[in-house]
């Protein structure tokens, strides 16, 4: 089992290593490497069903810390899952967006009253700075949101793991120490996910207050 973790970690972080390259590649290949980190991605889950397989057969002293090592790695490929999804919706969105500019750019605007004139430039100069702002505010809610998915999937992992290492305090030889760091981590979480709603409301309200 021991192989097979330090293996699955490994493919975990490289796929985070590849997710930050994800920003930086060109238009043309940037779908080869979402397959790329798809396929990973799809990897990591097949190894961690083995795994989970593999923890419940260790021996009662050292299963229940198995488990949790299996839960951790889980959460990780869970977010980095979510964060691909999130970059390929933002991307989607803002090829359509080209496309519509392309369209409206490639019309041909006429009028029948020799004195009424349609103000194209400033018009297109419009329209663009209002797909940015939007792009803009999309793809900092994308981040947003792929912030608090990720904390309330470890808040959830966190509750569920937090009641086993209470009942099995006394077998694994856990400190008080390290129990007020875990409790003290899943407060920080509430307050991080607190913060980052409040700051998404207040984003949105200044986008609508002086935008709309």
């Known amino acids: 089992m021991e ?5 699955t970690n490994k493919k975990i972080q490289e796929v985070q290593s590849y997710m930050g390259n994800l920003e930086r590649t060109d238009r043309q290949s940037v779908h080869l490497l979402e397959n ?23 021996p009662p002293n050292r299963r229940q810390n198995a488990k949790l090592r299996v839960d ?30 392309e369209e409206l750019m490639s ?7 020799a ?15 209002l797909q940015n702002a939007h792009r803009g505010m999309d793809d900092l809610l994308g981040s947003g949101s792929s912030m608090l998915n990720g904390i309330r999937d470890q808040r959830s992992t966190l509750k569920g793991t937090h009641k086993k290492m209470l009942d099995v305090a006394n077998m694994l030889g856990l400190s ?29 309200f200044l986008v609508i207050r002086y935008l709309g």
């Open 3 to 7: 192989a097979l973790y330090h293996q």
């Open 107 to 113: 019309r041909t605007f006429t009028t029948n009253d």
């Open 115 to 129: 004195d009424t004139s349609i103000p194209i430039d400033e018009t297109l100069q419009l329209n663009s700075n």
């Open 72 to 101: 951790q790695l889980k959460y990780d490929v869970q977010h980095l899952r979510t964060a691909l999804q999130n970059f390929q919706q933002r991307r989607y969105a803002r090829e359509a967006q080209d496309r519509d500019r």
């Open 176 to 204: 008080n120490t390290v129990m007020r760091l875990i409790e003290r981590r899943a407060t920080q979480d509430k307050l991080i996910m607190v913060g980052g709603m409040l700051l998404t409301c207040v984003f949105m």
């Open 36 to 58: 790329e980190l798809q396929a990973r991605t799809d990897q990591i889950f097949n190894h961690l069903e083995r795994l989970e397989i593999l923890a419940s057969k260790e």
